[in-house]
């Protein structure tokens, strides 16, 4: 268990709403990410972060954009929600060993509905 | 772009059987996982392999880094119900670069 957690859990929203996911870690790891899960794909990086304030894209970012003002959250927007974007969101967290091996540690998710 | 293949991509046996699943690449890996996920949870970690044809065991379920670490296979021996889930192999590129998954496998283990 990495400390991790993700709210909400489960939204519903319609197309057009802005929508903003929570990440929060209790174990100050520098790195966070943003993944969705969509049938077929596996886990698909949407950005990811490197400390605070220092974000980055990854391979899905075109409509997200991400914040991170504090160590511990990593808030992931949606500024228009569209229906594309109906997908399951995780939250990841990496830990690096003394041999520099990277671990990813997952959030439990987020169920998006957009309407 | 560096992609990861799974396959098969569904397999549904019954308790007691043996199954192998494969993960494939044509990029070589610094380190590949393996993680299972059940529904509703996020992913969580089963192994990391890091050397070229490294082989691990986890009780029942063993795993192969190959040797020229571009693929890995796992193999569960007398699959249980509780092994029911979605199986997802995660490469690492190399130094600062992020993690690259696979499709997944969704096993099914019948009673």
């Known amino acids: 268990d990495a400390g991790i957690t993700q709210s909400p859990r489960h939204k519903v929203t319609e197309t057009g709403t802005p929508v903003t996911l929570r990440c929060h870690q209790t174990?100050?790891?520098?790195?966070m990410y943003w993944y969705r899960q969509d049938p077929g794909h596996g886990l698909r990086l949407i950005h990811y972060?490197?400390?605070?304030?220092?974000?980055d894209k990854g391979e899905v970012s075109d409509g997200y954009s991400v914040s991170r003002s504090k160590t511990e959250d990593f808030l992931l927007t949606l500024e228009s929600a569209t229906s594309s974007q109906t997908s399951v969101y995780f939250c990841?967290?990496?830990?690096?060993?003394?041999?520099?091996?990277?671990?990813?540690?997952f959030g439990p998710g987020t169920r998006l509905l957009v309407l | 772009t560096q992609l990861l293949e799974q396959s098969p991509q569904f397999l549904s046996i019954q308790e007691g059987e043996n199954l192998t699943v494969y993960c494939n690449s044509s990029s070589v890996f610094s380190s590949l996982q393996w993680y299972r996920q059940e529904p509703g949870e996020g992913p969580v970690l089963l192994v990391t392999v890091v050397t070229g044809g490294e082989v691990k065991k986890l009780k029942r379920l063993t795993f192969q880094f190959g040797d020229a670490r571009k693929d890995s296979s796992l193999h569960i021996t007398a699959a249980q119900p509780g092994d029911t889930g979605l199986y997802l192999c995660?490469?690492?590129?190399?130094?600062?670069?992020?993690?690259?998954f696979g499709p997944g496998t969704r096993l099914s283990v019948l009673p």
């Open positions: 995660a490469g690492a590129p190399g130094y600062g670069q992020n993690f690259v």
């Open positions: 174990e100050n790891h520098r790195y």
């Open positions: 990841a967290i990496s830990e690096s060993s003394l041999a520099g091996l990277q671990t990813q540690y």
């Open positions: 972060s490197y400390g605070v304030k220092d974000t």
